[in-house]
């Protein structure tokens, strides 16, 4: 079993930055990706960004490329979401999720494992 905690969220300007952290415990693996996941109050959960465990691949969903970067620690048990340029859009419960596997994926239903989430806000 994998644990996920997140943290780093909280309250920022627009324009501002957050750095969000993902730890995971428990039996992982190399061939784990993680993905980060968003879900503003009455939307849908929406992708944002996933790495595989190697670090070699990386997706993100288009409103956020040049503005976050997802990254792995050197002990490979820590996924880092760097947000830069926040907009009040960006402001939801941020999750993260592990799926095993060689590959990454931008559909939650493929992800087995996830965080209980971190409140990231945007103010105007």
């Known amino acids: 079993q994998v644990q996920l905690v997140e943290s780093g969220g909280g309250l920022v300007q627009a324009g501002g930055s957050l750095r969000l952290s993902c730890a995971a415990s428990?039996?992982?693996?190399?061939?784990?990706?993680v993905g980060w996941f968003r879900q503003a109050p009455g939307k849908e959960r929406e992708f944002v960004a996933a790495?595989?465990?190697?670090?070699?691949?990386?997706h993100y969903r288009d409103s956020v490329k040049g503005r976050f970067t997802i990254s792995r620690d050197n002990a490979k048990n820590t996924v880092h979401l760097q947000m830069n340029s926040l907009k009040p859009e960006d402001t939801a419960a941020y999750y993260c999720a592990a799926r095993p596997g060689v590959g990454i994926s931008r559909w939650a239903y493929e992800y087995g494992y996830w965080g209980q989430g971190t409140q990231v806000t945007v103010s105007s």
């Open positions: 428990g039996r992982t693996s190399s061939s784990y990706a």
């Open positions: 790495v595989t465990w190697s670090g070699i691949t990386i």
